[in-house]
C-alpha cells in the first residue's frame, strides 16, 4: 500500500495510490494526474521508497528523475532488497533533494503486510471465523449457514477481495461446499486464490471451488506425491502435525507470491495454523445467538494449551459492531 501526494507552490496538484499489484505505482498516477505531468520544483511525498527496477512496471525513480521534482519525501526505505537505499541514492545523484524518515512508524503499520512478505518470505496470516456468542462455528450436525448477518458477511466480502489467497480445511470444503469467491459489485473486485488443505485424499471433484467460472485459481495442498487434475495446482508439502505441515505450506505460498492469506476455518484448520505459529491476525465475528452442545465445532479445536499462561496473547484488540454482530480484530503478539 502506497501513497503518494504532489504539493506545488503550497498546494496539492496530484495524488494517486498503488491499488494492486500489477497496477501502477502510486508516483505514476500522482504524476498522471498533474496537467501536462508538470511537477518541476514541486515536492513529492511518498509512504515508501520509489522504485528502482523493472519488476510488473517500469522503475520509478526514472519517472521522476525526468519530471524534475525539486524535493522527495518518502517515509520509510523499501525492505525489498532489489530497491532498499538504491531509489533512495539514485535521487540524489540526480540532484533531487530526498527527506526519509517522516512518520515512518505509520508507513510501517499501513504495510505490514508487504513487510512481512518481505521479512519472512511467508503470507501475513488472518484468521478469520463468525461464532455463536457461546463460541461454536457449525452446530453439532456441522450445518453453518448462517452465523452472522448480511453486514458483517459483506465484510467477509471486503476481506477476501483485499487478500492474495484464502485458505480452507478438507472437511470445510466438504460439508459446506463454499464458493471461496469475492461477492461484490463495482470494477476492483476480484477473487484471491483458493487453497485447500486435503492430506488424505477426502475431496471430491464435484465441489463448487473446482468447478467455477473465476479468474483465480484453485490450489489443493497434499503430503503425497499425489495429483490432482481437478485442481490448478497440487502443492506437495510434508506431513506434519494434523495433516499437511502449516509453515512448510507458508513458505509454499510465499515462493508463490501470496503476501496474505485468510483462513476461513474450520476449526481443526485454524488450530493447527496457531500450533504451527504463523497466524498473525485474528478477525472473529460473533453472533447474538446460542448454539450449545459440546460436539459443535469451536473457532480453535486441536488439543489446546494447558495452562493459561501458555495461552496465545493477543493485543490491539478492536471491536466494530457491524448489524447485529460483532467483529473482534486482534493481533498475535509473537514470542
Ligand atoms: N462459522 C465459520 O466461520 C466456519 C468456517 C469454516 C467452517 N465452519 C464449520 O466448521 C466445520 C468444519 O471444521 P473442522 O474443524 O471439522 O474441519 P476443517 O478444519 O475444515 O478441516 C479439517 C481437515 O483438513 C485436513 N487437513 C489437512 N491438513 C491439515 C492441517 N495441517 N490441519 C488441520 N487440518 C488439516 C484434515 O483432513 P484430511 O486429513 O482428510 O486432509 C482435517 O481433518 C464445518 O461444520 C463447517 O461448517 C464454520
Ligand atoms: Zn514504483
Redesign the pocket.
Known amino acids: 500500500m502506497v501513497g503518494c501526494v504532489i504539493v506545488h507552490d503550497g498546494e496539492v496538484v496530484g495524488e494517486g495510490c498503488h491499488e494492486r499489484v500489477g497496477g501502477p505505482h502510486a508516483e505514476v498516477r500522482a504524476i498522471d494526474g498533474v496537467p501536462g505531468g508538470d511537477i518541476e520544483g514541486a515536492t513529492v511525498y511518498v509512504t515508501l521508497e520509489p522504485c528502482t527496477h523493472y519488476g510488473r512496471t517500469p522503475p520509478c525513480v526514472d519517472l521522476l528523475l525526468q519530471h524534475k521534482p525539486a524535493r522527495v519525501v518518502i517515509a520509510m526505505e523499501d525492505p525489498n532488497p532489489k530497491v532498499s537505499g538504491r531509489g533512495v541514492a539514485a535521487l540524489r545523484e540526480g540532484g533531487i533533494h530526498v527527506v526519509v524518515g517522516v512518520l515512518a512508524e505509520e508507513a510501517a503499520a499501513l504495510n505490514e503486510v508487504y513487510l512481512h512478505h518481505m521479512r519472512t518470505g511467508r503470507p501475513f496470516v488472518t484468521a ?4 455463536s456468542l457461546d463460541g ?4 453439532h ?8 448477518g448480511e453486514v458483517a458477511r459483506r465484510r467477509v466480502h471486503e476481506m477476501r477481495n483485499e487478500v492474495d489467497a484464502i485458505l ?9 461446499d ?1 464458493s471461496l469467491t469475492t461477492r461484490l459489485d463495482g470494477p476492483d473486485v476480484r477473487d484471491p486464490v483458493r487453497v485447500i ?7 471430491d471433484a464435484n465441489r463448487k471451488v473446482f468447478n467455477l467460472d473465476s479468474a483465480a485459481p484453485t490450489w489443493v ?3 503425497d506425491d499425489r495429483e490432482y487434475g481437478f485442481a490448478e495446482q497440487t502443492i506437495h508439502v510434508p506431513r ?7 509453515a512448510g ?1 507458508m513458505d509454499e505460498l510465499g515462493k508463490r507470491e501470496i503476501a496474505s492469506l485468510l483462513i ?10 496457531f ?2 505459529g504463523i497466524v498473525d491476525k485474528v478477525s472473529f ?1 460473533i453472533a447474538p445467538k446460542i448454539v450449545g452442545g459440546h460436539e459443535a ?1 469451536t ?1 480453535v ?2 488439543r489446546g494449551v494447558a495452562t493459561m499462561d501458555e495461552a496465545i496473547q493477543l493485543e490491539n484488540m478492536q471491536v466494530t459492531p457491524l448489524g447485529e454482530d460483532l467483529l473482534i480484530e486482534a493481533k498475535v503478539r509473537h514470542p
Open positions: 478469520k471465523c463468525a461464532m461454536k462455528i457449525a452446530t450436525t456441522g450445518h453453518s449457514r448462517w452465523v452472522t480452507v480445511g478438507s472437511r470445510t470444503l466438504m460439508l459446506d463454499p488443505l486435503d492430506a488424505d485424499e477426502y475431496l495442498a497434499v503430503c506434519g502435525p494434523g495433516g499437511v505441515d502449516m505450506l476461513e476455518g474450520g476449526g481443526t484448520t485454524i488450530a493447527s495454523a500450533e504451527a465475528f465445532v473457532p479445536e486441536g
